[in-house]
């Protein structure tokens, strides 16, 4: 009783795409057999795309219209353990009403492909980009992934599967994505052949399938204190298995489409005395500035993280602690103490030399620009050792 | 028709649910979930809410439940089998599964997670029109967490978030009907039962099985902790709660209401209240207008319940046999 | 526990009651028509006198421990 899915020929030159758009191209490719669909800004445009995919019978996907997204990712969690490739997408405030079942569903070791835009969360409400969303949901056991231009969020979109669904992982996979700034530009974004991915991400196929009759299975049940901490203990073993799994599933993807990818991106660091360590879309502005300053003989980079969790302390450690000076560059804030990244890349490097600093930019979506990327990289090398948290960009 | 040989010889294949959990002694929530199960002839797939059957049947690593069972979260059980339900459906469109061995989802929330935490999720999984059961085991309370008052429970009854006391009779607010508000949404099957009328209830769930669309069955189920009264009675005391038309038993058809059990003499609801403990303190001297005040909404309720199913009696005698 | 399971015949009826999963809440005991039900001196139950037993199924159907199973050839005809 299957639906022929209407094909798209593979795409060789380039398609002007916003993020959303090339997200949900990778979604119509993947054709995942299950995606609930629950609106927020700036998200809206990938469920919009997709469900238009759907209608017009370029994807057989069973499309569920959730009443909120805490029931979005009730229902994944449903469709994920009955046996079915799911999909779903989020932000801001959605992403926090859904927080609990985020958990649940890394606790329950399902592989959900979660694509987020990056979204400030309440109050005051603000619409626009920054990482405060994605951060809440940072110890909750799910892959975070940020990427920094269309041309990534599709790339990440179509080896979310592949990477969650691996049976050493069987994780969600939250690809994030900036809100309005990538959601919404748009750029040239390369894509591959439709049967191309779907042979890239195979068939899905759970180990314990709710739906097995033959081996029926109790699927969420109640710990006491005597067996809980060894699940957890056992999920975090899972975690650690992902940076092998990722490179893995980003190495074939470099087979299929040239494109090589890993777990950071450094850019101009090897042989720099100053760099910035950020995350999203921001990234490509700073490399900007890294060259205009390269020109003028200052020796900087920037090292851009895409997988935040797991967070792969050895290699970002490897190319960050020769550094004479560290700035840190935070899109979200941990009241009371500092920025979330700053956090992880401090403990990463107690026992090294580099001078860090935080700061928090762009909280909101308050653009940054580059003169005052500019003036990070001139305080580095100035040497300034100050630890208090600064802001970049702050009206008052 | 099911009879309680054939419901006792499903019971002895042991196919869905054992003893060995740990609800209280006496609970009614086994009673209701055994005759619902024995009473569907297709394989089922349970979907359960946070609540007393949930957290007393699986505790890790044991569990009671001989079918596949999922457990999310307590707000959440109506959206999760939604999800399971588009899964079925999706898998049987790529082929994974057969077409022809058709599941039964039945989903078990207690009133906690149904008419108060889980109502949002209930109403969006009726409003799409997924194919599956939904049993609440209305107990009247949040019992798993120590008999917390919640939407359902009875005005004037003390739980421990309503106390009794010196300044204060218990629940100040009137029980939320949640069966109208089921059949507001307009599927096809809603019905009212007890754990004291098993073949009641077991016709009811063959007719829900039978439904096109979601079905809803609402279940009296007693219990003894929070009602406060002696486990043997459990079952009785349900069935005083239909003889006083506390609980009428009925079902709404496509819209039409019917009742399934007329009780040949209606007793006064002192009778019911009578039992529990929850209740004594309506018995004290100057709370007699209480008692009043709840016979005139029992009486008023039943009173309309009789005249709804007046009206509707023509669609019934029209129709030759419905499900 | 002394005899956990206990299997008790009337013919070729045979009625299984689970002893270990009794919690003793007398539900059964005040259901059964043909009062042939009593708690122990544990506080579980057992059947007093098996040839009374009408298998009627009442015990089964009542118990919320399921510690009652009757197992009834094809040929009985109700009782």
Known sequence: MSRTIKETPSVLEASLLTGAQAAAHAMRQINPDVVSVYPITPQTPIIQTFSKFVADGKATTEMINVESEHSAMSAAIGSASAGARTATATASQGLALMIENIYIAASMRLPITLAIGNRALSAPINIHCDHSDSMLARDSGVIQIYVENAQEAYDYMVMAPKIAEHEDVLLPVMVCQDGFTITHTAENVSMLGDGEVRDFVGEYHIPYSLLDLNRPTTQGPFDMPDYYFEHKRQQQEAMEKVPAVLKTVQDEFYELSGRLYSSIEPYKIEDADYGIVILGSTAGTVKEVVDNLRDDGKKVGVLKIRSFRPFEEEKIRYHLSRLKGIAVLDRSMSFGSYGPLFTEISRCLYDTEPVLRNYIYGLGGRDLFPDQIEDVYKKLIAGDTSKATEYIGLRE | MSTIKQLAKKESEGKSFRGGHSLCRGCGIPIAVRTVLNSIDTPVVVINATGCLEVATTRFPTTAWNVPWLHVAFENAAAAASGVEAAYKALIKRGTIPDDEPITFVVFGGDGGTYDIGLQSLSGALERGHQFIYVCYDNEAYMNTGIQRSSATPFGASTTTSPSGTESFGKAQKRKDLTAIMEAHHISYVAQSSISHWHDLSTKTKKAAKAKGPAFINVLSTCQLGWRHEPRDTVNIARLAVETCFWPLYEIIDGYYRLTHEPIEKRQIKTWLKTQGRFKHLFNNGNEYLLEEIQQDVDKNWNRLLERCRQDANYFERQEAYF | ?79
């Open chain 3, 1 to 79: 526990m002394k005899e956990p399971i206990k299997l008790y015949s009337q013919g070729e009826a045979q009625l299984r009651v689970r002893r270990d999963w009794c919690k003793g809440c007398d539900i059964c005991i005040n259901a059964c028509p043909k009062d042939i039900l009593k708690l122990d001196e544990t506080g579980r139950i057992f059947v007093t006198d098996i040839d009374k037993c009408i298998f009627c199924g009442i015990c089964a159907e009542r118990c919320p421990d399921f510690c009652f199973s009757l197992e009834l050839p094809e040929t009985i005809n109700s009782i």
